[in-house]
């Protein structure tokens, strides 16, 4: 006997309602409140900026990122060269700005593989379950108990440096937490009221895995992956810093520049300053930008 | 209890085991010829003929793989490929500098970031709250390296408050015995390197220390701000306890449980951040070490320290999840 | 003088999505001893204006902007932050709706009942755990001196509600605020717990306001009873004169939407349409005027203030013989109440204005 | 560093023996000298000087081991110049001059097979073993007999030996009287002497090697303890002692009050040399006072240094390297002479040495330095990319990519920045039009490694030299055939020159020695094997009050001198 639920009784009145929300979708919904998220907005405006100065590099760039005595030595910051210059007299704003280019691109196809592999070892443990679930649950366990960038160092030493050793050095760190979240995701959705009417009704298990449970397990893997960017730009410049970025000396890859930049740290702080700083606001930039989006999608948060 | 700890024993076990497989694997099956892989050029007949020997690289893969396993557990770490000095000579020396870096980094991240956390809890939304939602969104964007670079200018070059580089002042002289600078400085009575020691260790450990900051800080405010809605909460103003009597006793014993499991997993974090760290700052401890031994090729060193930080971070997560229990009543008493 | 005098109590929660308008200016007294009944919908602002009363809004959301409330002669929202914690617990107790998480989980029984006792009495710990034991004992706990040392997670959730009414007990409280403290307990523990604490509060003097969403427990265990919707008093009246006589058509409907074993053909059972106002918006006219079957026009621009139903009846505020009064501007007469809708021909609930929401027409026109 | 590599044979006849070395005895002048002065100031005279205190010195790496027999890096080196001395010594300051040290004086055999060296009497190792003829027989014998385990790890051993037990060119060592040495040779070797300078020949105590398991009956070098740091490693007679090393932090000496030479005893109580791989961590650590004194700085940051009045740059004076491009002509179009000039012409040396070298170097205009004996200028191409850019067209390769290597993480004397150096070279390559696939190793083992087996096409190295002749450079560092064979390094025959070189070592008269080493110069320019590009002097910096310190270019440099003006 209970006055507790109103909503129960007035069900034949909600319907028009509910469509309403409904049909405004998750991700139009997601994206509205995403905009109201003051901090979320600063880190979505980085991002842009970041992305548009990546692609838009060749074109914003005064100089080519290898050009060389395009100014004198260590200058300070002018209006010709906004970021100074390098030894060699290399534009730094330009080689910042196609820095961008590469960290975006080592740092977006290193998650994109982490999210795949990832992905691939979570739906496979929790959609099969059983030994399966054991055995790759155990292989996580082993890449989560080496700190990630000993293991990204000991996966470059085996293969050699290179782009793609990077890439994949950087992937495979991220592995396990993409496939624990998938693999937790999928876990709770097969418990859900609607999967298991789904199986009821004789649907296969490889299609309620797809067509079900995968979908609704996406929002949690795209609120990591964009968290995780943000470390992975960190960690790439780590790699940098430590030698072992990319193997064309000249890239203009932030970790690599630090480490120039470091030998001038009394007679030009300001390198180590754009360029650290070019790393700090990206990462700022995908960490709150990963934060609004896991407000703004998850639907416990919602207030 | 107690079987709460032999199941969290027991899977362990095949961590460990998958662990030595992928080590193995690290320094066995290297893609091309071992010899070549490597001693690289210096290999003579007679260094080739010793190594393969000494990794028994003539016997069937599973025989290597089972004396692998038997070496560790004689506690034979392999040695050098380069100076054939055997792993924990030159480990126990190195070693000691890494565990004061990473426990002084925890200290000043779990000293600082609890209270931050609950400073901006106690405040949510205010602008304290801001306050420390944006350093802590700072700290986990800054990498150690700029961050390490950044203090050395300001505060050791700049102001010239505190060195830049070493764990000690290598003018004192200082023999250490068990190379835990502040144990051996502490014994000797020597208090002015104590201090020294102390001093060296305020950067290095600021630096490594900003990323577990900023994460512990995040989940102290989380975990207060969760912790303080309970009803139990609630209940405790009810009964008219002081406000730092709910704090302490009501609120913190309860949200302490989801900080230690974080503190916990930034060991692994702090254990690779120091080999950055250890970089910047000149600092005598194994991060260095493993990235000259990648420098060399010498595998067997990357190899054997990979496995001991992994070995560290499994303990300590064991511990962890010990003292959780014990935290917990509710697995306490299950 | 009565104990507990509250006098147009206001709180709002200022959030990120806006002001919620919890309670409107609610006042209502209570007499030493007395059983008063609080009911509503979740949201009607009943545990709120509990939780304002022991000034334990949740900060800094929830504040208290208008009214008082005096308490054996204390206006308690002037009281100091350190003489309102010697009040809490002391003469003022509360049991909360869920004993599941009201106790905390990583401290012994033993533990919270003796601190509750230390935080008011200069006694030792082991006077203080005497009186634990005794006060398990009185609640009807088994072995208690064993059970001291439980944690929560050990008890059954019955149990853990006993536990909470012997901690509520404990100071010998003058006023006890039970909020919901059946609502998530087995249904054949209910009334236990229920009886233990009718007895207890009784034999006690303790004064009782009893927070539920349930009339079934408020019949049985209340002299009064004050009806909430959305932040206001809508009807107050000794519990026999309001189940005897609803007069508010929110009352009207609340009874008519459960079943009664007694159920006769004639008395069908007839839901409340639609869903409580936002209470994000500051109430403009009756804020029932959306889901009310007697709605006049001026129900949605004017809300009625609390009256007496017998026009000109002398003002009693507490007791058994308290007045009956209602806030509406179209109360339904007794055989409408009986009936569960205006039964006057051609009686027509007035239209909504322009950008009103109107759920009756929802429903109207909705899917059949 | 020596980077004496595998199989460069040091086994060679110098005619510009210590005897007569004075032809080219660079000028020992530097030393530490506040920058407002600007000239170099005469060593204040001893009497000023002030006993005492603690020297931090920063060097670019740890040392490897603490026996001067299984070393062949600089670091040890540098180092155990300090507590060990051999029975002769590289001069202060010089690269070439030999004078006494353990023995006394010395004589050569009319044959040039026998050396006989009177040993200095009075004289104790640091454990108070005193030093006699048995003392160092011991210690030669050990050397000439390490057990093949061990021979990896003694490679100048082998080098200067000619090889171990029965095979070695030394054919007995042997007391002939308590002060008396007689090293007896199977044929005539006029480098031995010299060689007998490097710290390889220091002579330990053979007390402290029996007790270190140093005496060759430990197979495995890392029970060696004498080699490992124990604590009786290290034991010499110089004018300080070992006393610890921390691996990875420090190795700590400290003064030998009792040193045999009392002009020479030390100022100093005690050095700690510290490695400090990063520069700008030396220069971080020089401006805040936790180093005095770093061995090698990048010249970049001279400027740095000079702006800052607490500290000082120490200039080494004479040069006594070469950096080139390395070239192995089993590749195209690298084998093409047109493209090798080409390369020659294309790179702007000046914009280098003014960059990356503060001006502290020279444009290489031969294989060798200037001032080194019978040097004589090459005209070698200077910067004319036109030229270049018309030598490519007229060479008729068409496929004009060069897989171009550098190390990745070092820093040599030679070479202060070799990426930024590499860096700037690509660029100027290719701005002549040729393409250039930028590769890169690590120094060790890899790069040193994978460049002597002839894997490179075109790469970066350089020499600093072990002592200052022709044959140290043109023969031993580049040209010189291995096992009667162009190197695999460069894979460049000339057998012309080959014969001219050996001809020129076993010259007896110096007039002929000279004509045939200008020979082997024109020859070699003629080819343009590889493109010689800088000679530099390698600049130390030090805290201002850092005194008496004697640089060389060859880094063999002793710290007694030193004394701290605090």
Redesign the interface.
Same mark, same amino acid.
């Given at each position: 006997?209970?006055?507790?639920t109103?909503?129960v009784?007035?069900v034949?009145?909600a319907? +028009?309602r509910a469509e309403e929300r409904v049909s405004r979708g998750l991700w139009s919904d997601a994206f509205s409140r995403l905009l109201r998220n003051r901090p979320a907005l600063v880190g979505l405006i980085c991002i842009t900026a970041f992305i548009g100065v990546a692609i838009l590099a060749p074109v914003i760039a005064p100089y080519g990122p290898y050009e060389q005595r395009t100014g004198g030595r260590l200058e300070a910051p002018s209006a010709a060269h906004l970021f100074g210059t390098d030894l060699l007299g290399r534009d730094m704003f330009s080689r910042v700005l196609y820095g961008a280019q590469i960290s975006l691109q080592v740092g977006v196809i290193a998650v994109l593989m982490a999210l795949v592999m990832g992905g691939l070892i979570g739906a496979l443990a929790g959609g099969l379950g059983g030994w399966v679930d054991s055995v790759l649950m155990r292989v996580t366990d082993v890449l989560l108990a080496i700190p990630g960038i000993l293991l990204a160092i000991g996966i470059i030493a085996w293969l050699d440096r290179g782009m793609l050793q990077l890439m994949l050095a950087i992937a495979v760190t991220y592995v396990p937490i993409f496939a624990r979240l998938l693999r937790g995701s999928i876990l709770a959705l097969r418990e859900s009221d609607y999967v298991i009417a789904a199986g009821a009704v004789g649907a296969s298990r490889l299609r309620l895995l797809v067509r079900h449970m995968l979908p609704n397990a996406l929002t949690p893997l795209i609120v990591q992956a964009t968290l995780i960017l943000a470390t992975a730009i960190i960690d790439i410049a780590g790699l940098g810093f430590l030698g072992l970025g990319p193997p064309d000396p000249r890239t203009p890859e932030w970790g690599t520049m630090l480490v120039d930049a470091r030998r001038f740290l009394q007679t030009a702080p300001h390198i180590v300053f754009f360029v650290g700083g070019a790393i700090v606001v990206s990462a700022i930039g995908f960490n709150l930008l990963g934060d609004g989006l896991r407000e703004s999608l998850d639907p416990r948060l919602k +207030? | 209890m107690l079987k709460y700890i032999v199941r969290r024993l027991l899977a362990t076990i095949p961590v460990l085991l998958g662990l030595s497989i992928v080590l193995f694997a690290f320094v066995h099956l290297l893609p091309g010829d071992p010899c070549t892989a490597i001693l690289g050029q210096r290999q003579t007949p007679a260094a080739c003929a010793r190594l393969r020997e000494n990794l028994g690289l003539n016997d069937p893969l599973y025989v290597q793989y089972l004396d692998y396993i038997g070496g560790l557990l004689r506690g034979d770490f392999g040695a050098s490929v380069i100076n054939s000095k055997p792993f924990f000579d030159e480990f126990s020396v190195r070693f000691p500098g890494t565990v004061e870096l990473t426990v002084a980094a925890l200290i000043f991240a779990v000293g600082v970031g609890i209270p931050l956390g609950r400073l901006a809890a106690r405040h =949510?939304?205010?602008w304290i709250d801001g306050l420390v939602t944006a350093i802590s969104l700072f700290g986990i964007s800054i990498p150690v390296f700029v961050l390490g670079l950044v203090l050395v200018l300001i505060f050791g070059v700049t102001l010239g408050w505190l060195p830049t580089q070493g764990r000690i002042e290598a003018r004192a002289g200082f023999e250490p015995t068990t190379n835990f600078l502040l144990l051996d400085t502490a014994l000797a009575g020597r208090w002015d390197l104590f201090v020294d020691v102390l001093r060296h260790l305020i950067l290095p450990a600021i630096a490594l220390g900003s990323i577990p900051l900023a994460i512990i800080a995040r989940i102290t405010r989380a975990s207060v701000i969760e912790v303080s809605?309970?009803? $139990?909460v609630?209940? =405790?103003? =009810?009964?008219?306890?002081?406000?730092r009597?709910v704090d302490d006793?009501?609120i913190m014993?309860?949200a302490w449980l989801p900080v230690t499991t974080v503190v916990g997993l930034q060991v692994g974090g702090l254990l690779g951040g120091a080999v950055l760290t250890e970089t910047v700052f000149g600092w005598n401890g194994v991060g260095r070490w493993v990235v000259d031994a990648i420098g060399n090729r010498d595998l067997t060193i990357v190899q054997s320290t990979i496995l001991v930080f992994a070995l560290i971070f499994l303990i300590v997560n064991l511990i962890v999840d010990v003292g959780y229990a014990f935290?917990?009543?509710?697995i306490r $008493?299950s | 003088m009565s104990l507990l005098d509250v006098r147009d109590l206001i709180v709002r929660f200022r959030?990120? *999505?806006g002001t919620i308008h919890a309670v409107n200016g609610v006042s209502f007294e209570l007499e030493a001893g007395e059983t008063l009944g609080l009911v509503g919908?979740?949201g009607c602002g009943k545990s709120v204006t509990n939780?304002a009363l022991?000034r @334990?809004l949740?900060k #800094?959301a929830g504040r208290i902007e208008g009214g008082q409330v005096i308490f054996d002669g204390l206006d308690l929202l002037t009281l100091s /932050?350190a003489e309102m &914690? !010697?009040? &809490?617990?002391?003469e003022i107790?509360?049991i909360?709706? !869920?004993p599941m998480?009201?106790?905390? #989980?990583?401290?012994?029984i033993e533990e919270q009942l003796v601190?509750?006792i230390r935080?008011?009495r200069r006694v030792s710990k082991a006077d203080a755990r005497r009186r634990a034991i005794a006060l398990l004992e009185m609640v009807g706990i088994p072995t208690p001196e064993i059970r001291l040392r439980s944690?929560p997670?050990?008890f059954s959730g019955g149990m853990r509600q006993r536990v909470?009414i012997a901690?509520a007990l404990a100071l010998e409280p003058k006023l006890l605020v039970a909020d919901e403290p059946t609502t998530a307990l087995d249904v054949t523990i209910q009334a236990q717990v229920l009886d233990l604490l009718g007895r207890l509060t009784t034999e006690g003097g303790t004064a009782l306001i009893l927070i539920t969403? *349930?009339?079934?427990v408020v019949a049985g265990m209340t002299q009064r009873i004050n009806v909430m919707y959305a932040g206001y008093i809508v009807e107050t009246a000794p519990t026999p004169e309001l189940f005897g006589h609803p007069s508010h058509p929110y009352t009207v409907g @609340?009874l008519h939407?459960? #079943?009664k074993v007694t159920q006769r053909d004639d008395e069908e059972l007839i839901?409340? /349409?639609? &869903? #409580?106002p936002d209470m994000r918006q500051a109430p403009v006219g009756c804020p029932f005027a959306s889901r009310c079957t007697w709605r006049l026009e001026v129900c949605w621009t004017d809300n009625p203030s609390l009256r007496p139903v017998q026009a000109g009846a002398r003002l009693v505020t507490t007791g058994p013989e308290a007045t009956h009064q209602i806030a509406c501007h179209n109360p339904p007469t007794a055989e409408e109440a009986t009936a569960g809708r205006p039964v006057r021909p051609g009686f027509r609930p007035a239209p909504a204005p322009a950008g009103r929401m109107d759920?009756l027409v929802? @429903?109207a026109e909705?899917?059949a | 560093m020596r980077p004496l590599r595998k199989g460069a044979v040091l086994i060679g006849v110098l005619v510009a023996s210590a005897a007569c070395g004075g032809a080219s005895s660079p000028s020992p002048s530097a030393v530490t000298s506040p920058p407002a002065d600007g000239a170099t100031p005469t060593p204040p005279p001893a009497n000023q000087a002030k006993a005492g205190g603690t020297l931090v010195v920063a060097l670019p790496g740890d040392i490897t081991r603490t026996d001067p027999a299984l070393i062949d890096d600089s670091n040890s080196s540098y180092v155990m110049q300090q507590v060990m001395e051999g029975l002769v010594a590289l001069a202060p300051g010089s690269t070439s001059e030999v004078v006494p040290a353990l023995a006394e004086s010395w004589t050569l055999s009319p044959d040039g097979k026998t050396y006989t060296f009177k040993i200095r009497q009075g004289v104790k190792f640091h454990d108070g073993t005193p030093l006699d003829a048995d003392a160092v027989v011991y210690n030669y014998l050990r050397w000439k007999s390490f057990p093949t385990e061990l021979q990896d790890y003694s490679y100048y051993a082998g080098a200067v030996f000619g090889g171990y037990g029965e095979s070695s060119n030394v054919a007995s060592v042997v007391a002939v009287d308590p002060a008396t040495v007689a090293i007896t040779l199977k044929s005539p070797s006029s480098s031995f002497l010299l060689a007998q300078t490097l710290t390889v020949f220091a002579i330990s105590s053979p007390t402290a090697l029996k007790a270190g398991k140093a005496d060759n009956t430990e197979l495995d070098i890392s029970k060696v303890e004498y080699a490992q740091g124990g604590p009786t490693a290290m034991v010499g007679t110089g004018p300080f002692k070992f006393k610890s090393w921390v691996v990875g932090d420090n190795v700590t000496i400290e003064k030998n009050p009792d040193y045999w030479n009392k002009d020479a005893t030390a100022y100093l109580d005690a050095i700690v040399f510290k490695p400090v791989a990063e520069e700008a961590q030396r220069l971080n650590g020089l401006a805040t006072g936790e180093i005095d004194f770093a061995q090698t700085i990048a010249p970049v940051d001279i400027a740095t240094i000079r702006a800052n009045s607490e500290l000082a740059v120490i200039d080494r004076g004479e040069s006594c390297n070469t950096m080139q491009i390395s070239i192995n002509q089993n590749y195209v179009p690298v084998n093409n002479l047109k493209i090798r000039e080409a390369i020659a012409s294309a790179v702007n040396r000046d914009y280098l040495i003014e960059t990356f070298y503060a001006g502290l170097a020279v444009p290489a205009d031969n294989w060798m330095p200037v001032n080194t004996l019978y040097a004589k200028p090459l005209n070698l191409p200077t910067y004319d990319p036109e030229r270049a850019k018309q030598l490519i067209a007229e060479s008729g390769e068409t496929d004009l990519t060069i897989d171009f290597y550098y190390p990745s993480d070092v820093t040599r004397p030679y070479m202060p920045d070799p990426k930024g150096i590499f860096e700037a070279i690509t660029s100027d390559l290719e701005a002549v039009g040729l393409t250039i696939v930028p590769k890169t190793e690590t120094w060790r083992p890899d790069y040193l490694d994978d460049e002597y087996a002839g894997k490179f096409e075109m790469w970066l190295l350089g020499w600093t030299c072990d002592w200052s002749g022709p044959d140290n450079f043109l023969k031993t560092a580049f040209f010189g055939y291995v096992d009667g064979a162009p190197s695999t390094e460069f894979a460049y025959r000339n057998d012309e020159l080959e014969k001219t070189m050996n001809d020129a070592l076993a010259a007896t008269d110096e007039a002929t020695a000279k004509a045939l080493w200008e020979k082997a110069q024109d020859l070699i320019r003629a080819d343009m094997p590889t493109v010689p590009l800088i000679n530099s002097t390698p600049p130390a910096a030090a805290r201002a009050d850092v005194m008496g310190f004697v640089g060389s270019g060859g880094l063999n440099e002793y710290f007694h001198s030193v004394w701290l003006d605090r």
């Amino acid at each position: 006997m209970s006055l507790e639920t109103p909503g129960v009784t007035a069900v034949a009145a909600a319907p +028009r309602r509910a469509e309403e929300r409904v049909s405004r979708g998750l991700w139009s919904d997601a994206f509205s409140r995403l905009l109201r998220n003051r901090p979320a907005l600063v880190g979505l405006i980085c991002i842009t900026a970041f992305i548009g100065v990546a692609i838009l590099a060749p074109v914003i760039a005064p100089y080519g990122p290898y050009e060389q005595r395009t100014g004198g030595r260590l200058e300070a910051p002018s209006a010709a060269h906004l970021f100074g210059t390098d030894l060699l007299g290399r534009d730094m704003f330009s080689r910042v700005l196609y820095g961008a280019q590469i960290s975006l691109q080592v740092g977006v196809i290193a998650v994109l593989m982490a999210l795949v592999m990832g992905g691939l070892i979570g739906a496979l443990a929790g959609g099969l379950g059983g030994w399966v679930d054991s055995v790759l649950m155990r292989v996580t366990d082993v890449l989560l108990a080496i700190p990630g960038i000993l293991l990204a160092i000991g996966i470059i030493a085996w293969l050699d440096r290179g782009m793609l050793q990077l890439m994949l050095a950087i992937a495979v760190t991220y592995v396990p937490i993409f496939a624990r979240l998938l693999r937790g995701s999928i876990l709770a959705l097969r418990e859900s009221d609607y999967v298991i009417a789904a199986g009821a009704v004789g649907a296969s298990r490889l299609r309620l895995l797809v067509r079900h449970m995968l979908p609704n397990a996406l929002t949690p893997l795209i609120v990591q992956a964009t968290l995780i960017l943000a470390t992975a730009i960190i960690d790439i410049a780590g790699l940098g810093f430590l030698g072992l970025g990319p193997p064309d000396p000249r890239t203009p890859e932030w970790g690599t520049m630090l480490v120039d930049a470091r030998r001038f740290l009394q007679t030009a702080p300001h390198i180590v300053f754009f360029v650290g700083g070019a790393i700090v606001v990206s990462a700022i930039g995908f960490n709150l930008l990963g934060d609004g989006l896991r407000e703004s999608l998850d639907p416990r948060l919602k +207030r | 209890m107690l079987k709460y700890i032999v199941r969290r024993l027991l899977a362990t076990i095949p961590v460990l085991l998958g662990l030595s497989i992928v080590l193995f694997a690290f320094v066995h099956l290297l893609p091309g010829d071992p010899c070549t892989a490597i001693l690289g050029q210096r290999q003579t007949p007679a260094a080739c003929a010793r190594l393969r020997e000494n990794l028994g690289l003539n016997d069937p893969l599973y025989v290597q793989y089972l004396d692998y396993i038997g070496g560790l557990l004689r506690g034979d770490f392999g040695a050098s490929v380069i100076n054939s000095k055997p792993f924990f000579d030159e480990f126990s020396v190195r070693f000691p500098g890494t565990v004061e870096l990473t426990v002084a980094a925890l200290i000043f991240a779990v000293g600082v970031g609890i209270p931050l956390g609950r400073l901006a809890a106690r405040h =949510a939304q205010g602008w304290i709250d801001g306050l420390v939602t944006a350093i802590s969104l700072f700290g986990i964007s800054i990498p150690v390296f700029v961050l390490g670079l950044v203090l050395v200018l300001i505060f050791g070059v700049t102001l010239g408050w505190l060195p830049t580089q070493g764990r000690i002042e290598a003018r004192a002289g200082f023999e250490p015995t068990t190379n835990f600078l502040l144990l051996d400085t502490a014994l000797a009575g020597r208090w002015d390197l104590f201090v020294d020691v102390l001093r060296h260790l305020i950067l290095p450990a600021i630096a490594l220390g900003s990323i577990p900051l900023a994460i512990i800080a995040r989940i102290t405010r989380a975990s207060v701000i969760e912790v303080s809605n309970e009803d $139990y909460v609630r209940t =405790a103003r =009810a009964k008219g306890l002081t406000e730092r009597r709910v704090d302490d006793r009501h609120i913190m014993r309860n949200a302490w449980l989801p900080v230690t499991t974080v503190v916990g997993l930034q060991v692994g974090g702090l254990l690779g951040g120091a080999v950055l760290t250890e970089t910047v700052f000149g600092w005598n401890g194994v991060g260095r070490w493993v990235v000259d031994a990648i420098g060399n090729r010498d595998l067997t060193i990357v190899q054997s320290t990979i496995l001991v930080f992994a070995l560290i971070f499994l303990i300590v997560n064991l511990i962890v999840d010990v003292g959780y229990a014990f935290l917990n009543p509710r697995i306490r $008493y299950s | 003088m009565s104990l507990l005098d509250v006098r147009d109590l206001i709180v709002r929660f200022r959030t990120a *999505d806006g002001t919620i308008h919890a309670v409107n200016g609610v006042s209502f007294e209570l007499e030493a001893g007395e059983t008063l009944g609080l009911v509503g919908e979740s949201g009607c602002g009943k545990s709120v204006t509990n939780l304002a009363l022991m000034r @334990l809004l949740p900060k #800094p959301a929830g504040r208290i902007e208008g009214g008082q409330v005096i308490f054996d002669g204390l206006d308690l929202l002037t009281l100091s /932050e350190a003489e309102m &914690r !010697d009040l &809490r617990g002391k003469e003022i107790a509360m049991i909360f709706q !869920d004993p599941m998480t009201s106790l905390n #989980p990583v401290l012994t029984i033993e533990e919270q009942l003796v601190e509750t006792i230390r935080a008011h009495r200069r006694v030792s710990k082991a006077d203080a755990r005497r009186r634990a034991i005794a006060l398990l004992e009185m609640v009807g706990i088994p072995t208690p001196e064993i059970r001291l040392r439980s944690f929560p997670h050990q008890f059954s959730g019955g149990m853990r509600q006993r536990v909470m009414i012997a901690m509520a007990l404990a100071l010998e409280p003058k006023l006890l605020v039970a909020d919901e403290p059946t609502t998530a307990l087995d249904v054949t523990i209910q009334a236990q717990v229920l009886d233990l604490l009718g007895r207890l509060t009784t034999e006690g003097g303790t004064a009782l306001i009893l927070i539920t969403h *349930d009339l079934g427990v408020v019949a049985g265990m209340t002299q009064r009873i004050n009806v909430m919707y959305a932040g206001y008093i809508v009807e107050t009246a000794p519990t026999p004169e309001l189940f005897g006589h609803p007069s508010h058509p929110y009352t009207v409907g @609340l009874l008519h939407s459960i #079943p009664k074993v007694t159920q006769r053909d004639d008395e069908e059972l007839i839901p409340i /349409e639609g &869903r #409580p106002p936002d209470m994000r918006q500051a109430p403009v006219g009756c804020p029932f005027a959306s889901r009310c079957t007697w709605r006049l026009e001026v129900c949605w621009t004017d809300n009625p203030s609390l009256r007496p139903v017998q026009a000109g009846a002398r003002l009693v505020t507490t007791g058994p013989e308290a007045t009956h009064q209602i806030a509406c501007h179209n109360p339904p007469t007794a055989e409408e109440a009986t009936a569960g809708r205006p039964v006057r021909p051609g009686f027509r609930p007035a239209p909504a204005p322009a950008g009103r929401m109107d759920e009756l027409v929802l @429903l109207a026109e909705g899917p059949a | 560093m020596r980077p004496l590599r595998k199989g460069a044979v040091l086994i060679g006849v110098l005619v510009a023996s210590a005897a007569c070395g004075g032809a080219s005895s660079p000028s020992p002048s530097a030393v530490t000298s506040p920058p407002a002065d600007g000239a170099t100031p005469t060593p204040p005279p001893a009497n000023q000087a002030k006993a005492g205190g603690t020297l931090v010195v920063a060097l670019p790496g740890d040392i490897t081991r603490t026996d001067p027999a299984l070393i062949d890096d600089s670091n040890s080196s540098y180092v155990m110049q300090q507590v060990m001395e051999g029975l002769v010594a590289l001069a202060p300051g010089s690269t070439s001059e030999v004078v006494p040290a353990l023995a006394e004086s010395w004589t050569l055999s009319p044959d040039g097979k026998t050396y006989t060296f009177k040993i200095r009497q009075g004289v104790k190792f640091h454990d108070g073993t005193p030093l006699d003829a048995d003392a160092v027989v011991y210690n030669y014998l050990r050397w000439k007999s390490f057990p093949t385990e061990l021979q990896d790890y003694s490679y100048y051993a082998g080098a200067v030996f000619g090889g171990y037990g029965e095979s070695s060119n030394v054919a007995s060592v042997v007391a002939v009287d308590p002060a008396t040495v007689a090293i007896t040779l199977k044929s005539p070797s006029s480098s031995f002497l010299l060689a007998q300078t490097l710290t390889v020949f220091a002579i330990s105590s053979p007390t402290a090697l029996k007790a270190g398991k140093a005496d060759n009956t430990e197979l495995d070098i890392s029970k060696v303890e004498y080699a490992q740091g124990g604590p009786t490693a290290m034991v010499g007679t110089g004018p300080f002692k070992f006393k610890s090393w921390v691996v990875g932090d420090n190795v700590t000496i400290e003064k030998n009050p009792d040193y045999w030479n009392k002009d020479a005893t030390a100022y100093l109580d005690a050095i700690v040399f510290k490695p400090v791989a990063e520069e700008a961590q030396r220069l971080n650590g020089l401006a805040t006072g936790e180093i005095d004194f770093a061995q090698t700085i990048a010249p970049v940051d001279i400027a740095t240094i000079r702006a800052n009045s607490e500290l000082a740059v120490i200039d080494r004076g004479e040069s006594c390297n070469t950096m080139q491009i390395s070239i192995n002509q089993n590749y195209v179009p690298v084998n093409n002479l047109k493209i090798r000039e080409a390369i020659a012409s294309a790179v702007n040396r000046d914009y280098l040495i003014e960059t990356f070298y503060a001006g502290l170097a020279v444009p290489a205009d031969n294989w060798m330095p200037v001032n080194t004996l019978y040097a004589k200028p090459l005209n070698l191409p200077t910067y004319d990319p036109e030229r270049a850019k018309q030598l490519i067209a007229e060479s008729g390769e068409t496929d004009l990519t060069i897989d171009f290597y550098y190390p990745s993480d070092v820093t040599r004397p030679y070479m202060p920045d070799p990426k930024g150096i590499f860096e700037a070279i690509t660029s100027d390559l290719e701005a002549v039009g040729l393409t250039i696939v930028p590769k890169t190793e690590t120094w060790r083992p890899d790069y040193l490694d994978d460049e002597y087996a002839g894997k490179f096409e075109m790469w970066l190295l350089g020499w600093t030299c072990d002592w200052s002749g022709p044959d140290n450079f043109l023969k031993t560092a580049f040209f010189g055939y291995v096992d009667g064979a162009p190197s695999t390094e460069f894979a460049y025959r000339n057998d012309e020159l080959e014969k001219t070189m050996n001809d020129a070592l076993a010259a007896t008269d110096e007039a002929t020695a000279k004509a045939l080493w200008e020979k082997a110069q024109d020859l070699i320019r003629a080819d343009m094997p590889t493109v010689p590009l800088i000679n530099s002097t390698p600049p130390a910096a030090a805290r201002a009050d850092v005194m008496g310190f004697v640089g060389s270019g060859g880094l063999n440099e002793y710290f007694h001198s030193v004394w701290l003006d605090r």
